[in-house]
């Protein structure tokens, strides 16, 4: 498995392919954009919502995008989006903001190697927790995080579209 950061590119536009990748990962996890609503159409996720959503993401100098491939130059199995601090100061500790694996890869440990590259990249920081929110009605979810030892924390609604949120926790 391969883990490389994303890069904001110089003129704001993602590389074609690249995009077109990363448009595929985000159609192929049908279910959990018609949870989410970050889509107006799971069934139609385009390309331009794809390059509006990252180039939101990596403006922010808090924020870091890994993309995860299965192998050096191989198939995009997924991404991650990270947070090195919270907008609320008094949380100390960073945050993954999504963790995405293409849809026909679930279960085949691509997940659990991402979110552990993304807890060691926070370790080798020097920072002693993560956290994340996973929205109520993804059970999966839920049980994903769960299974890798994230601990309920709190809930409340997400900052951007305010829906029922579980927070969870990790020492690392």
């Not at 870091?64 to 100390?92: F, K, S, Y």
């Not at 926070?122 to 839920?142: E, H, I, M, S, W």
């Amino acid at each position: 498995m391969i883990i490389e950061p994303l890069a904001a590119p110089r003129d704001g536009v993602l590389p074609e392919p690249l995009l077109a990748e990363l448009t595929a990962l985000h159609a192929a996890n049908r279910e959990f954009f018609a949870i989410s609503g970050d889509f107006p159409d799971p069934d139609d996720i385009r390309p331009e919502q794809i390059s509006a959503s990252l180039s939101e993401e990596l403006v922010n100098p808090d924020t870091e995008v890994l993309l995860c491939r299965t192998e050096a130059g191989g198939p995009l199995a997924g991404i991650a989006i990270t947070l090195a601090h919270h907008p609320n100061p008094a949380d100390p500790d960073p945050w993954i903001g999504l963790l995405l694996i293409d849809g026909r890869m679930h279960r085949s440990g691509y997940g659990r190697a991402l979110t552990g590259a993304v807890e060691e990249r926070f370790r080798a920081a020097g920072r002693t927790a993560v956290r994340l929110a996973v929205l109520d009605a993804n059970t999966k979810g839920l049980a994903f995080w769960s299974a890798l030892g994230y601990e309920v924390l709190d809930h409340r609604p997400d900052l951007q579209h305010g829906r029922p949120c579980t927070v969870m926790r990790k020492k690392l």
